[in-house]
């Protein structure tokens, strides 16, 4: 009788320790599995921060430096232009020049609820063959245009910098409605330049042809503009 009992108490013990170390590793692969979806890892924690590492951007919303933003290129005509945005809500034409403006409307989502603008300045060829109205210029203010690595509107000045090393302070003007001043740092061999604020956020970004240094666009939308 003896026998039996100690043979019992064996048995519960194996099976007490089984049943720890399986709780216990159970425990640990459910840690692992939830920290992996949290993202808790310095490798995931990374990733969610850096702005350059996230799903591409949309052909429609995409910025190519010195080449197009969206569907609109640079020289496209004004008259295709015009049907793919519709008549602008503002020109601003003389000698052959214009700058056209869109506003795009406001979201409810957002709390500013501010229009974004799409601006393109536009100038004939005068005496060629071909006289057409050409885009020279893009510029646009809306966050939902970015490059293919994710800077956009909103973006930080050091972020951009480390992408655009050669880009340089080019100048200065003050904003009509709030009198901020606004710093243009430009890339000349790109082909784009970015607004900065005085916190140091894009607010705007602009393209024209690469070797090009002219700002045509931004003396129209500001007259105290200024080159530095």
């Not at 320790?17 to 216990?24: L, P």
């Not at 425990?27 to 808790?40: D, F, P, R, V």
């Not at 966050?143 to 340089?168: C, W």
Request: aromatic share 6%; charged share 25%; hydrophobic share 30%.
């Amino acid at each position: 009788m003896r026998k039996i009992c100690l043979l019992f108490i064996c048995f519960g013990w194996l099976s007490a320790c089984t049943t720890d170390q399986s709780e216990t590793s159970g425990t640990e692969s459910n840690g692992s599995q939830n920290a992996i979806l949290k993202g808790t890892g310095n490798s995931a924690t990374e990733t969610d921060s850096d702005e350059t590492n996230r799903e591409p951007v949309g052909q429609n919303q995409t910025i190519v430096p010195g080449k197009s933003i969206g569907l609109i290129k640079l020289n496209e005509q004004a008259e295709v232009v015009y049907k793919l945005l519709g008549q602008p809500a503002a020109t601003d034409a003389a000698m052959g020049k214009m700058l056209a403006t869109w506003l795009s409307e406001p979201k409810l989502s957002e709390p500013r609820r501010e229009h974004y603008q799409t601006n393109i300045f536009f100038a004939r060829n005068m005496g060629s063959a071909e006289e057409s109205s050409q885009a020279k210029q893009i510029r646009v203010t809306s966050p939902e245009y970015k490059l293919e690595n994710r800077i956009g509107v909103g973006s930080d000045l050091k972020t951009i910098q480390a992408h655009f090393p050669e880009m340089k302070k080019a100048a200065v003007y003050t904003t009509d409605q709030t009198k901020e001043k606004i710093t243009i740092y430009h890339d000349k061999k790109a082909g784009i330049a970015f607004e900065i604020d005085r916190t140091g956020k894009c607010t705007g970004i602009g393209i024209q042809e690469p070797g090009k240094a002219n700002f045509e666009v931004y003396s129209a939308i500001s007259a105290d503009l200024k080159k530095v």
